[in-house]
């Protein structure tokens, strides 16, 4: 006789990344299973990418359609179902008080789903930053804008428009330059120039039109197109600048020269 099969069979990928203010990140599909109340001691950052969800949050019913972001505050009880009959498939991030500060919580129970078209892109860039190792700076640089539109949705206030600030970008540019191989966290970095990362991020891309995570890596091809010339391996070349390995060289090196080192390297 063959085995019973539960009818909800879940999918569930969890991991710690090395990003500042990022606890956790899970990724899950349920078809069936419901959560019963409970809390966290950190911030839940959700989004549905298939089906709904319905939970409870302070007595209060309320739902996660595809088209938002669901924020749930720390050390409230909630719970979850799915409100779909197919199920759910979500994507959250578990956020500590760096991100956002407890005197947000309030707002948060009052106003946890966030219908914004630009916060929901931002956070699934975020996820695919994440799930890809050497993408640390990348990944940061998009958490400090998701963090601060999420304290903009919360404090109601409109989004301050990019400043254009030459001595604080360029202060940053030389900074990435220096740790062009062994990289530098947009934490560190704010803490050496005195600014908030967010803030770092708007006067750099407002300055030189593109973000510091990009022109990290634009610079690091360039390295590599040069050793690559020289006769150097890809597995060396990714090694010698700042790559996670050959796999990370490889993907951005096709997608900002068009081919992969390995033909580059061999075109001459």
Excluded: C
């Excluded at 304290?151 to 428009?161: A, C, K, N, S």
């Excluded at 022109?215 to 060396?236: C, H, K, N, Q, W």
């Amino acid at each position: 006789m063959a085995a019973h099969q539960p009818a909800d069979q879940p999918e569930v990928s969890a991991w710690r990344p090395s990003v500042p203010g990022v606890v956790e990140v899970f990724h899950a599909r349920f078809t069936e299973y419901a959560y019963p109340m409970h809390v966290h001691d950190a911030w839940t950052l959700l989004i549905v990418d298939d089906g709904a969800v319905r939970y409870d949050l302070d007595r209060h019913e309320h739902g996660t359609p595809r088209d938002t972001v669901t924020l749930l505050p720390p050390h409230v009880p909630h719970n979850g179902s799915p409100a779909t009959p197919h199920g759910f498939r979500k994507r959250v991030l578990y956020l500590d008080g760096s991100r956002l500060s407890h005197d947000l919580i309030g707002p948060a129970v009052d106003e946890p789903d966030l219908r914004d078209p630009e916060l929901r892109s931002r956070v699934g860039r975020l996820h695919r930053a994440l799930a890809m190792p050497g993408e640390e700076l990348a990944a940061e640089s998009v958490l400090v804008l998701v963090g601060e539109r999420l304290r903009d949705h919360l404090r109601h206030r409109d989004p301050e428009p990019p400043r254009a600030e030459p001595a604080l970008a360029r202060l940053l540019r030389e900074l990435l330059d220096e740790h062009l191989t062994d990289g530098l966290t947009l934490t560190d970095a704010a803490a050496l120039l005195h600014a908030h990362p967010a803030h770092l991020v708007r006067a750099f891309s407002a300055a030189y039109g593109i973000a510091p995570h990009r022109y990290l890596t634009s610079r690091r091809i360039g390295r590599a197109r040069r050793l690559l010339l020289d006769g150097l391996a890809p597995g060396e070349v990714a090694a010698a600048t700042g790559f996670y390995d050959q796999a990370h060289l490889n993907r951005h090196f096709k997608k900002l020269v068009g081919v992969t080192p390995g033909r580059y390297r061999n075109s001459g």
